[in-house]
């Protein structure tokens, strides 16, 4: 039963850095056919797709415009999980965050969420 | 990017009832790569409906999908307890994927 497990902390300070981690088991990181993407959810935002990255002979990464001059996503093969990193985050990125796995493009698998709330 | 825009916001009805949902694209999906999922309070998304009219494994077959180009419809044959919750489509045609704003299926 292929399974994601979201870590991480609840509460970041403004302009630090958000980091959420999400560990895969049934399934790998480096599968060809899978994609491993971050999901926020907020009353004022909605449903909000950040980013993903996926193994096709190499390592490839998208974001959304939205985040894109501040966020990672990173695979991290030796422990077969993939992280978030989200810098200089402000009230505004205050949400639910998901990991959920794309195969091909729509999200069938998802993580329990983790609330992030960005306050000082 | 696609906007997706849902209809009705919120849906009364009972149970045994049909539910039907719709989903308006600001531009064509290409290839019909529409989604749709249902969301339960203090739970993520569940996937049912891919590829705008495939069931996702394990999803009843009251649950329906039909359209393609801008618009779309989840239907729901006749309404069980569970299926009380809110609904989502997305798009996933064209980067970045989308999701609609939700439509909301409560109990009259």
């Known amino acids: 039963q292929v399974q994601l497990q979201q870590s991480g902390p609840g509460l970041v300070k403004p302009s630090q850095t958000l980091s959420l981690t999400c560990a895969i088991s049934?399934?790998?990181?480096?599968?060809?056919?899978?994609?491993w993407n971050w999901i926020r959810q907020s009353p004022s935002r909605g449903l909000e797709w950040l980013g993903r990255?996926?193994?096709?002979?190499?390592?490839?990464?998208e974001y959304a415009v939205s985040v894109k001059s501040r966020i990672t996503i990173n695979p991290d093969t030796s422990k077969n999980q993939f992280s978030l990193q989200l810098n200089s985050v402000t009230p505004e990125d205050t949400a639910v965050y998901y990991c959920?796995?794309?195969?091909?493009?729509?999200?069938?698998?998802w993580g329990r969420g983790t609330l992030v709330t960005v306050s000082s | 990017e696609i906007v997706l825009t849902q209809s009705p916001g919120t849906l009364s009805l009972s149970p045994g009832e049909r539910a039907t949902l719709s989903c308006r694209a600001s531009q064509s999906v290409s290839s019909s790569y529409l989604a749709w999922y249902q969301q339960k309070p203090g739970q993520a998304p569940r996937l049912l409906i891919y590829g705008a009219s495939s069931r996702a494994t394990g999803i009843p077959d009251r649950f329906s999908g039909s359209g393609s180009g801008t618009d779309f419809t989840l239907t729901i044959s006749r309404l069980e307890p569970e299926d009380f919750a809110v609904y989502y489509c997305?798009?996933?045609?064209?980067?970045?994927?989308?999701f609609g704003q939700g439509t909301k299926v409560e109990i009259k």
């Open positions: 997305q798009q996933y045609g064209t980067s970045p994927w989308t």
């Open positions: 990255t996926y193994y096709r002979s190499k390592w490839y990464n």
């Open positions: 049934g399934d790998s990181v480096s599968s060809n056919s899978a994609a």
């Open positions: 959920a796995r794309s195969a091909p493009r729509y999200f069938d698998l």
